[in-house]
């Protein structure tokens, strides 16, 4: 069974009340889900994390570049499309933005996934940002059992690439 498909089995059995984060993993993978405000058929998302079981890979810039290439084709199916924001090899990470973000007015929302190399992770959230704002936040995401199964799998094979 697919990660995706095994967390979306977790969520379906978990009880109402469930607490947050769920986390599990098999035998290449490991997803810890941040979410509240669960119901029979989605949550409310405010992360997502996935990990591959890989050793760290030889050239951070290259496993980087095809991975956050992957992760934009795989997540084709988000509101807006994703694009390279930031690749720097020496330190390991890739960050991955909407490109455009959806604008309302001075107000700006957009996926974000972060890429680590050193041990291969990825990290999945929903973010707002207005003039006159500190910085940042992250949002609440209304997502069903099955998109949050979908990322996931889109995650784990785009790290798996």
């Known amino acids: 069974m697919t990660i995706g498909k095994l967390l979306v089995e977790r969520l379906g059995a978990a009880e109402p009340a469930a607490e947050s984060p769920l986390v599990l993993a098999d035998a290449s993978h490991s997803v810890e889900l941040v979410f509240f405000d669960r119901d029979r058929y989605s949550v409310t998302l405010s992360e997502l994390n996935l990990g591959a079981a890989i050793g760290a890979p030889a050239d951070a810039r290259a496993y980087l570049s095809a991975a956050a290439a992957a992760v934009a084709r795989r997540l084709s199916f988000?509101?807006?499309?994703?694009?390279?924001?930031?690749?720097?090899?020496?330190?390991?990470?890739?960050?991955?933005r909407s490109s455009p973000p959806q604008h309302?007015?001075?107000?700006?929302?957009?996926?974000?996934?972060?890429?680590?190399?050193?041990?291969?992770?990825?990290?999945?959230?929903?973010?707002?940002?207005?003039?006159?704002?500190?910085e940042r936040e992250r949002m609440a995401y209304p997502a069903t059992f099955a998109l949050?199964?979908?990322m996931a799998e889109a995650l784990a094979e785009a790290l798996a690439e």
Do not use: F, K, N
């Open 104 to 134: 309302e007015g001075d107000e700006l929302t957009y996926w974000e996934v972060t890429l680590w190399a050193d041990q291969p992770h990825a990290q999945l959230a929903r973010y707002r940002w207005a003039p006159g704002m500190a």
């Open 148 to 150: 949050i199964g979908r």
């Open 78 to 96: 988000l509101e807006e499309q994703l694009a390279v924001w930031e690749l720097d090899g020496s330190e390991g990470l890739a960050q991955l």
